[in-house]
């Protein structure tokens, strides 16, 4: 049941950052409101959002800062500019900048996605932890937990790419839904490949948590 409740919160958390902001936004709209308006009051829910978590857990690894900062900034931006298309724009600029974090970290001793992929390889069972330690330091187990950040990096890079392409090509109306389309179906691919790479570190995980028959002399 832990488990099942941890795996979904990303996905759950993922549906609100979504569907409030768009919700925001096309209300706004309807009633009149400039795009400028609509798109800036839209991205004050993800913003306090963002800012309450951080004041109520008090600690942020590094992805969650990235993230925290990228989105202040960005609503500083977004009400200084005034310009429609950048509003758009940044929250693309924002998945890219973290994406390059992920990529970046992917070549150094800690892999940012290394700590999320733990609870779901391991399950939280103490003897696949142990075996989790056991293996941590190991040339391929490493290689593979590197990979998949490489993967999530390289992912939010490409997907941010074409959300900030689309930003100042499309008209406005269109990319604020097809820029969703965009980042949950690329965010879909990514987890799916991702997960598939990381499968290999989830069996080496089971295999060494496997208890080991003594063989009499």
């Given amino acids: ?43 004050v829910f993800p913003l306090a959002r963002t800012l309450y978590q951080f004041a109520k857990n008090r600690t942020l690894n590094g992805l969650a800062l990235v993230v925290l900062v990228t989105n202040v900034v960005g609503m500083l931006l977004t009400f200084v500019s005034g310009d429609t298309r950048m509003m758009i724009a940044k929250d693309s600029l924002g998945s890219g900048i973290t994406g390059l974090v992920i990529l970046i970290s992917a070549f150094t001793a800690q892999p940012l996605m290394t700590k999320a992929l733990r609870p779901f390889l391991t399950h939280g069972k103490a003897d696949h932890e142990a075996a989790w330690e056991r293996l941590q330091g190991t040339r391929r187990f490493d290689t593979v937990l590197r990979r998949s950040s490489f993967i999530w990096g390289v992912g939010f890079v490409l997907e941010s790419a074409a959300r900030v392409i689309g930003a100042f090509t499309l008209p406005v109306s269109t990319m604020v839904w097809l820029s969703t389309v965009i980042f949950v179906g690329t965010f879909t691919v990514i987890m799916l490949v991702a997960g598939l790479s990381a499968k290999e570190a989830g069996m080496m995980v089971a295999e060494e948590a496997r208890p080991r028959e003594l063989v009499a002399a």
């Fill in 1 to 43: 049941m832990t488990t099942n409740q941890a795996a979904g919160a990303p996905l759950k958390s993922l549906a609100i950052e979504i569907a409030v902001p768009l919700g925001v936004y096309y209300g706004l709209h309807s009633l009149g409101a400039s795009d400028f308006t609509a798109l800036a009051l839209s991205g």
